[in-house]
């Protein structure tokens, strides 16, 4: 079989290897697809500290290739899970300033392999009316609802949402599929343009007026609870503070190599709760449900596929077209 491990810097190797041997309790998957975005490239281009060498590839989905069990016959579809729990030993962690879930494709080895041995706990079953193209999207499905949810959004209310991003825009759509009211601030005029055209009605440049704007929009209430997506760059991470009302709710949401400093003078005066959100496991199915239902429409964003050959290409151009993350969906298909 084939995989792609990361060496170096700027280095990927496309290696031959041994198809992995069937090992008690877990599966032999064929690897379809594999999602690469900013935080592949930047790990390519060796802006994040990692252990070499890695596989990189942190969401994936494939298909069951040999007999499975009972919950996983050959033949079945399934998102591989981006994110794994860390062992523990008895009843104690032995580092408890560790990270309690490994990343796959940073901390672990990825899926940017033709085959992977995945325990069943670490993968979910993908439905039909959920294509592969979409099972991608499953976890940042799946912390736009857990963001949603810790701002205990209801029918009416207003919420900032600042980073317009793909994962900023899930937000809006499941806010306004609970019939609440997202205002979507960002400095990228190109971001706002595109999440005018994914539904999200409100859109508001960060600038010297963003206050006055949200303040007009809200009937000079201001917003119940916003929400700081960091990996839509460009934005000011205490906006969400002066766009919320007194004793309002902010979520902080980061990947893994975001890096969030905040100024929490004006969160103490106007007496906020903050939450965050990374990433989480258990919303996952609920993702699965949310995406079936059309609760969210990723359908505005281009599915670019990548042959195999041009995974270096991709990720070594990723950082000269800035508005990539705009409006496109990256993957490569490895049945090619």
């Known amino acids: 079989m084939k995989l792609w491990k990361l060496v170096a810097a700027n280095n990927l190797r496309m290696e031959e290897a041994p198809l992995p041997k069937a090992e008690e309790n877990l599966i032999r998957v064929r690897v379809s697809k594999v999602l690469l975005n900013g ?6 281009a060796g802006n994040v500290r990692v252990r070499y060498p890695l596989i990189p590839g942190r969401y994936a989905v494939g298909f069951v290739t040999d007999e499975g069990n009972a919950l996983f016959p050959k033949g079945t579809r399934v998102l591989l899970h981006g994110y794994r729990p860390v062992p523990t030993e008895g009843t104690e962690r032995r580092d408890f300033d560790a990270d309690d879930y490994f990343a796959c494709g940073r901390t672990i080895d990825g899926f940017l392999s033709e085959f992977v041995l995945v325990s069943p706990n670490d993968m979910t079953a993908l439905p039909p009316p959920v294509s592969d193209e979409r099972g991608l999207l499953l976890h940042q499905v799946a912390a736009a609802r857990e963001i949603v ?37 960002d400095a990228n005029k190109g971001r706002l343009d595109f999440a005018r055209t994914c539904g999200v009605y409100y859109t508001v440049p960060a600038d010297d007026a963003t206050i006055d704007t949200v303040a007009s929009i809200t009937g000079g209430r201001l917003a119940q609870g916003s929400v700081y997506i960091a990996t839509a760059a460009g934005n000011s991470t205490d906006l969400p503070f002066r766009l919320t009302a007194r004793e309002g709710s902010i979520v902080y949401f980061a990947t893994s190599i975001n890096k969030v400093s905040v100024d929490l003078e004006a969160a103490f005066r106007k007496h906020l709760a903050i939450r965050c959100v990374s990433h989480d496991m258990d919303y996952i199915e609920t993702a699965i449900n949310l995406m079936a239902n059309k609760a969210v429409d990723p359908t505005r964003f281009h599915a670019n596929e990548v042959h195999p050959d041009g995974i270096e290409e991709l990720l070594t151009n990723y950082p000269l077209r800035p508005d990539r993350d705009v409006d496109e969906i990256n993957f490569v298909n490895l049945l090619q």
């Open 39 to 44: 935080e592949d490239a930047a790990l390519f």
């Open 149 to 185: 949810e810790k701002l205990g959004a209801q029918k009416g209310q207003h919420f900032a949402v600042v980073g317009a991003d793909l994962v900023g825009i899930l937000v809006c759509q499941l806010l306004i599929w609970q019939q609440a009211a997202p205002i979507l601030v």
